[in-house]
């Protein structure tokens, strides 16, 4: 079956949906400000000019067709790499900003062309199977470099964070650009935006309902109410929006809903285990009131694969 519907009027009603929720949004959060200290105040406005800069990059994205999204993603992705070398480094950074620049070092090499290569490919219309042949090229080559200017010590350790850090933010982000049809980019759309809004509707249950923490030794601001509270909304939201917009099913979305939830959230803490191994709360400074580039797509980086694989089984 066909999972992808041809038309740019479900693009069209997509984004009217985003831009009525997002000036809903708009509209509450500026209500709120006024009852924030002056610091939070700040912070959530930024947060929220942040929110709108990243949903116009997204439908640029989707509108530009796979060389546009591309492009976005490539960028995307070589700023979370230099954000996960510092974490990952042997003396990470005790503040995001410390140490902004990466060292050109052989891996750091390796990685950047990696990237360079994974976007290239997909951009001409690579899939799956690209995706695992430059994985497997990616081990090959970081396993080559390693053991010629470095030799064997903490050799497996530095493999495996290399490996890590191309999957992060190279692979398993680049896994929702093969949802991206040019005909109508209404999935990719959901999948990148469905897991968004499961991070928003956890952290607003959170807020409301939090009690019992979901994972305190990694992140404690997570609660189990939060959770809940995210996966029910995206998966009631998935199951009345998608069918309407894709030839996926009530049941496919459903599902979906479910497997994008849970899969972002146990991204989000994936990432944030990372940032506490590296004693830092944020990855770095770039996104206004969010933190860094691994900040935002932390979620991603386990929901758009997970994603993707279940699309294929639909299809």
Do not use: H
Not at 145 to 155: D, H, R
Not at 228 to 247: D, Q
């Amino acid at each position: 079956m066909n999972v992808i519907s041809g038309s740019y009027a479900n693009l069209f009603s997509l984004a009217m949906a985003v831009f009525s929720a997002l000036l809903a949004g708009t509209l509450y959060r500026l209500s709120s400000l006024r009852r924030c200290p002056g610091e939070t105040a700040r912070r959530r406005m930024a947060s929220l000019v942040s929110w709108w800069m990243i949903a116009g990059s997204l439908f640029f994205a989707a509108l530009g067709g796979r060389w546009a999204a591309s492009i976005i993603w490539f960028a995307m992705s070589f700023i979370a790499m230099t954000e996960y070398r510092r974490l990952s480094s042997p003396a990470p950074p005790t503040t995001p900003s410390a140490s902004s620049t990466m060292q050109w070092t052989p891996t750091a090499w390796v990685m950047t062309i990696n990237l360079v290569v994974l976007y290239g490919g997909i951009a001409i219309g690579g899939d799956i199977a690209w995706l695992a042949f430059v994985s497997a090229a990616s081990v090959i080559a970081f396993c080559g470099v390693t053991m010629a200017s470095e030799g064997v010590l903490q050799y497996t350790p530095r493999i495996a964070s290399s490996i890590l850090g191309l999957l992060l933010c190279g692979i398993f982000p680049a896994c929702s650009l093969l949802l991206l049809d040019p005909e109508s980019p209404a999935l990719f759309l959901l999948v990148v935006g469905m897991t968004q809004w499961n991070d928003i509707l956890s952290a607003w249950a959170g807020r409301s309902l939090g009690r019992r923490k979901l994972a305190a030794a990694i992140s404690p601001n997570k609660s189990l109410e939060g959770f809940v509270g995210g996966l029910i909304g995206t998966v009631v939201t998935a199951a009345l929006v998608g069918p309407n917009l894709t030839e996926l099913t009530l049941v496919d979305w459903s599902l979906l809903g479910l497997a994008i939830a849970t899969a972002g959230t146990l991204g989000d803490l994936n990432m944030s285990a990372i940032k506490r191994a590296a004693g830092v709360k944020d990855s770095g400074t770039l996104i206004p009131g969010q933190g860094g580039m691994l900040d935002r797509i932390d979620s991603l980086t386990f929901s758009a694969p997970i994603a993707l694989l279940l699309v294929e089984v639909m299809r």
